[in-house]
Nanobody
Framework: QVQLVESGGGLVHAGGSLRLSCAAS????????MGWFRQAPGKDRESVARITGSGTVTYYADSVKGRFTISRDNAKNTVYLQMNSLKPEDTAVYYC????????????WGQGTQVTVSS
């Protein structure tokens, strides 16, 4: 069982930055693929960024490419999402997810952290 705890959300003006963190309880954290997802009111949850266990391969949604950076520190069991040049449309609850290589989908989720970008 993996427990995930997000932090770092808040209210920021457009153009500002935030850094989200997700601390994991997994004993073998480096074996988990990690991802950041978000869900805005009235919309489905969408994938924002993903990273492999070693951190060498990353994926970004087109809407955040060049503005967001996902990274991980396996020694600290933590994955980060650096968000720059924030836009009002980035407003959402951001969730951290984890899955093993054998799982077809993300099976572990954090409680979410609210990010609000004012115009």
């Amino acid at each position: 069982q993996v427990q995930l705890v997000e932090s770092g959300g808040g209210l920021v003006h457009a153009g500002g930055s935030l850094r989200l963190s997700c601390a994991a309880s997994a004993r073998t954290f480096s074996t988990y693929l990690m991802g950041w997802f978000r869900q805005a009111p009235g919309k489905d949850r969408e994938s924002v960024a993903r990273i492999t266990g070693s951190g060498t391969v990353t994926y970004y949604a087109d809407s955040v490419k060049g503005r967001f950076t996902i990274s991980r520190d396996n020694a600290k069991n933590t994955v980060y999402l650096q968000m720059n040049s924030l836009k009002p449309e980035d407003t959402a609850v951001y969730y951290c997810g984890a899955r093993t290589g054998s799982q077809a989908s993300y099976g572990y989720w954090g409680q979410g952290t609210q990010v609000t970008v004012s115009s």
